[in-house]
């Protein structure tokens, strides 16, 4: 629980807010690139931490991120033409480049130097395997790229990013993927019984009441909640990552494949599922490119973008105004819940339908929301260390400590899974992933 004083210092991210500072200190994926296909394609609207920003590609293929007023007076560069390697604003003429320079003012006298004198709000874009990230935060110079796996590998070896708008604040979808009791409840199937439906999927597991053991690390925390997997007492441990601010490393997937789960909020009231995939041992398939870019297909795919409305993209067709087109019967005879395991969407219905902010101040937490107690702290911890003494953590100017993995495993009752997993959850250890199948 929360009050509602710490609910408000943790969900809002506008500039000047708590979090909202503390968010501006790390590079955040917000676009992946096949949304600005080619050089000076048309200008896009972008929201992202509760600002109003429109993306471009230039003539050399360099993503600019401007504020969406133009410095002079203020018309929406959306319906800027992209010409040339900048933006020209079309009210009265005024040209800006990818860093927001002023390259021409064609109102003014030739011999002023007014162009010099001004600039657009710029965020500096870097693009890589597939997604966009920009850093919007206070430092001239960026910190450090995240060398996340997904960042790292090569292209091929990486899908292309799979995101998901959701229609509420960004903590609740974070809390979700770090939030290991659920699988038991809205994932799960009613019978042992697989399905012969397709996308009618689920977990059975006997243990549903999971020993929740967090470990704080440099770069957020580390859980595992572990469950009863058979008679001899095994236990089997999914162990998930968290790493400040928004990231998350679930224990699920397949083996050699890693991932990257990134919560990004867009304003107060929206966020999306920023998810990169990608494949150790081989490159992704034109299948998997193909899921990767339309998750939702089954159940309809995405409703149709308006290029002026950033809240229309990604949006899938199942979505809480028509209450994710749910299933009665199936919920009555086949699922826990009658909305198909389809990309994240049962999560998404459950953290949604909260509000739009959720109130912390009326929960009433169990021992297997340790996680989700530990996340918030750690969130708000860093928040205020911001706040009061200037310090960052670890993982904005040394972010090789996200060199991380998840883990799945079986383990008798008295070993500690720390150190069992202690190598498999480093990226460059060497060790193979440990990986038990999440669905059996
Ligand atoms: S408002 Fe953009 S050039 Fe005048
Ligand atoms: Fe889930």
Same mark, same amino acid.
């Given at each position: ?84 390697? +900048? ?42 395997? +597939? ?70 999927? +689920? ?97 309809? +795919? ?139």
């Amino acid at each position: 629980m929360l009050s509602r004083e710490e609910n408000e210092e943790l969900c809002r991210v506008g500039p000047g807010t708590l979090m909202g500072d503390l968010l501006r200190q790390y590079w955040i994926p917000f676009l992946p690139s096949r949304e600005l296909p080619e050089p000076d394609f048309r200008p896009i609207k972008v929201r992202l931490l509760g600002e109003d920003l429109i993306a471009f590609r230039d003539t050399e293929g360099r993503v600019g991120l401007l504020d969406e007023n133009c410095p002079h007076r203020g018309a929406n560069l959306f319906w800027a033409r992209n010409e040339e390697c +900048g933006l020209r604003c079309v009210y009265h003429g005024w040209k800006f480049d990818v860093n927001g320079t002023c390259v021409d003012m064609p109102n003014e006298p030739e011999e002023s130097d007014f162009k010099y004198k001004v600039k657009a709000v710029a965020y500096p874009v870097r693009e890589l395997n +597939g997604a966009l990230w920009t850093y919007m935060g206070p430092q001239a110079t960026p910190p450090p790229f995240p060398p996340f796996e997904v960042n790292t590998l090569p292209a091929e070896h990486v899908a292309p990013p799979h995101i998901m708008l959701e229609e509420c604040n960004w903590v609740q979808g974070l809390e979700g993927d770090i939030d290991s009791s659920h699988i038991d409840w809205v994932h799960a199937r009613l019978n042992q019984q697989k399905s012969a439906q397709p996308y009618v999927m +689920g977990t059975f597991n006997k243990d549903k009441r999971p020993k929740l053991e967090v470990l704080t690390t440099d770069y957020g925390g580390v859980y595992s909640a572990s469950r009863q997997w058979d008679e001899s007492g095994t236990r089997w441990h999914r162990i998930t990552q968290y790493l400040l601010p928004f990231h998350t490393m679930i224990a699920a997937g397949a083996p050699d494949a890693v991932h990257l789960r990134s919560w990004v909020p867009i304003d107060d009231e929206h966020h999306m599922l920023f998810s990169q995939q990608a494949r150790l041992d081989r490159p992704i398939t034109p299948e998997e490119r193909a899921q990767a870019n339309n998750p939702f297909k089954p159940l309809g +795919g995405y409703v149709p973008q308006d290029p002026a409305n950033p809240l229309t993209r990604y949006l899938s067709v199942p979505r809480l105004a028509n209450s994710y087109n749910i299933d009665l019967d199936l919920q009555k005879k086949e699922l826990v819940f009658g909305v198909p395991f389809v990309g994240n969407l049962q999560d998404r219905a459950m953290t949604e339908a909260m509000g739009p902010i959720y109130k912390r101040w009326k929960e009433h937490l169990g021992s297997t929301d340790a996680m989700v107690i530990f996340v918030r702290r750690r969130l708000l911890g860093a928040a205020h260390n911001l706040r009061e003494s200037g310090a960052v953590p670890g993982n904005v100017h040394d972010p090789s400590i996200n060199r991380v993995r998840p883990a799945s495993i079986l383990l008798p009752p008295s070993e500690s899974w720390s150190d069992a997993t202690m190598q498999s959850r480093l990226a460059d250890a060497g060790a193979p992933i440990a990986w038990v199948p999440m669905i059996q």
